[in-house]
């Protein structure tokens, strides 16, 4: 089978996350938590690429940065048994392998589609935003601020920016999976003609879970032999000596971008827990590109369905751009399951969905994801959070002629 990814996209991907690592771009990452075969659409494929266009217009006009876009899609859904509650769906059917890696081709083939086709040029902002999310509060701050990139584009055409350049009607856009199932990797995974080195061809990124990243494991030792972007989940229970061992195996030559670490905690234990971690990871001098996940940690089950809390997720958002302001150190992006579906999976947020809601459009066949309109809110509030940092960046630039140098390892020395 065909590879789905060129070795230079994710050359290209890794350069941009050297940029989140130094706080000189931001990682917007989202999407499903596992793409079920029933809900394959290219509708839905859509709704989820338009939110996260929203959310990196969002951030970037808000925060003052450049977004890299990587879509948790052309992944992995239903790839080994079926969803139904009985032992027969539950069989491992290798077939299904075939049907995730076509449809994963064709979402990624529409993706693509959208990123360079027009459908992203920066002059239909404002038609990103979902009907159903006209008459909500985000939707209305979303138009507001699509009314202001309006204005600041109309400024630069008439100052003689070219509107048929690239920058404006294209964008880049990258796809990321967990690195779960090592046969169905292995299969994708292609010596690159141009480099010699290895790369696996299912997907731009790659990460290795929290339950899968022992060092001696066959996920780590896959992970060590491709020559992608990878990524690393890490929950409190990861000993900071650890940490930095796993980080020399997987990334010796310390190249910037080539290392995410995605911390997912929970709200509750990211003040405690998270600033060794980064403290180990800069006195050791590797630069890695810190990234919040606030789902993994904050799952709960309420009224017999798994969901998540909007103020928890929000929480741990706060606490993970605390615990870099306090250490100097850069947050580099977000990792969010989300979807562009008007779903109630998740309680709270600007929908505030109840508790009694969560059964009318409940659809995920995994973990529960954000909506449309709770992503939104959620890039508001990061873009606000970044306009404190680089604002700052600016104070200390206009004081000191300088700017933020990216120290030894991931942490920024102020001038
Ligand atoms: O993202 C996927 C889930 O977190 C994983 O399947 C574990 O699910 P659990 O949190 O119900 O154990
Ligand atoms: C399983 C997942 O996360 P974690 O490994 O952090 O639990 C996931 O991101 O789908
Ligand atoms: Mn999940």
Redesign the pocket.
Known sequence: MPPLVFAGECRNLQIRLAKCATGEAFLVQGGD??ESFSQFSANTIRDSFRVQLQMAVVAMFGGGVPVVKVGRMAGQGDIINGQAFTADARVPDPMRLVQAYNQAAATLNLLRGFASGGYAGLQRIAQWNLDFMAKSDQGGAYMDLAKRVGEAINFMTACGLDSHTPIMTETEYYVSH?CLLLDYEQALTREDSTTGLWYDCSGHMLWC???TRQLDGAHVEFMRGIANPIGVKVSDKMDPGQLVTLIAKLNPENTPGRLTIIVRMGADKVRANMPRLVEAVRDSGQVVTWVCDP??GN?ECVANF?TRRYDRIRAEVEAFFDVHEELGTVPGGIHL?MTGDNVTECLGGGSSILEADLNSRYHTH??PRLNAEQALEMSFYVASRLAQIFDSVLRWQRRREGGWRAGKGSHLCRL
């Open positions: 938590c596992a967990e879970g929290e339950r789902m993994h799952t798994k399951e995994c973990d």
